[in-house]
T-cell receptor, first 110, second 115 residues
């Protein structure tokens, strides 16, 4: 059974204080790993797809990386508007659905 | 471009009543997913459709829950009879192509409260 574990559950940073979120996964053949951002009262919003180990994707202050066992979402010099819950999901090669982690809630204080 | 549209945004009803949640996926997407999100259990997949056909309903909690997709632009999730433990936020999502590495696009959800 596919599994996704995200850590930490919650992370509080000062504005400008860089850090990383972790997504560990087990899957029988990875088709894709997805990162989403969820704001309160909203649905998850797609950020990145990573397909193979060694791949990296960047968007503004966010950079996602992938190994064979985990993915990291690096946040460089975060701002208060980066505060949200970040969800990781994996899709196996033989599956039509994704398995989601429980998310990391990021709070960035000014 | 219009995203996934869900209605209603909020629903408050009494235990035992029938509840119907509605979803319009993004045009051209052929996979549709229904999720439930709670603090305790996170985001749970209830059922998903590919080309309007239910593929996996193993996440549907019990027979009180049913979902239909009569055409490519509309789906419903029905709870009958509703119970207080069904209170949650229900999300609909769609993706461009099933069994591929396309991401899912979510609606803003229906917040359901059963009294």
């Amino acid at each position: 059974e596919d599994q996704v574990t995200q850590s930490p559950e919650a992370l509080r940073l000062q504005e400008g204080e860089s850090s990383s979120l972790n997504c560990s996964y087990t899957v029988s053949g990875l088709r894709g790993l997805f990162w989403y951002r969820q704001d309160p009262g909203k649905g998850p919003e797609f950020l990145f797809t990573l397909y193979s180990a060694g791949e990296e994707k960047e968007k503004e202050r966010l950079k996602a990386t992938l190994t064979k066992k985990e993915s990291f979402l690096h946040i460089t010099a975060p701002k208060p508007e980066d505060s949200a819950t970040y969800l990781c999901a994996v899709q196996a090669t033989n599956a039509g659905k994704s398995t989601f982690g429980d998310g990391t809630t990021l709070t960035v204080k000014p | 471009d219009a995203g996934v549209i869900q209605s209603p945004r909020h629903e408050v009803t009494e235990m035992g009543q029938e509840v119907t949640l509605r979803c319009k996926p993004i045009s051209g997407h052929n996979s549709l997913f229904w999720y439930r999100q709670t603090m305790m259990r996170g985001l749970e997949l209830l059922i998903y459709f590919n080309n309007n056909v239910p593929i996996d309903d193993s996440g549907m909690p019990e027979d009180r829950f049913s979902a239909k997709m009569p055409n490519a632009s509309f789906s419903t999730l029905k709870i009958q009879p509703s119970e207080p433990r069904d209170s949650a936020v229900y999300f609909c999502a769609s993706s461009l192509k099933g069994y591929s590495n396309q991401p899912q696009h979510f609606g803003d959800g229906t917040r359901l409260s059963i009294l």
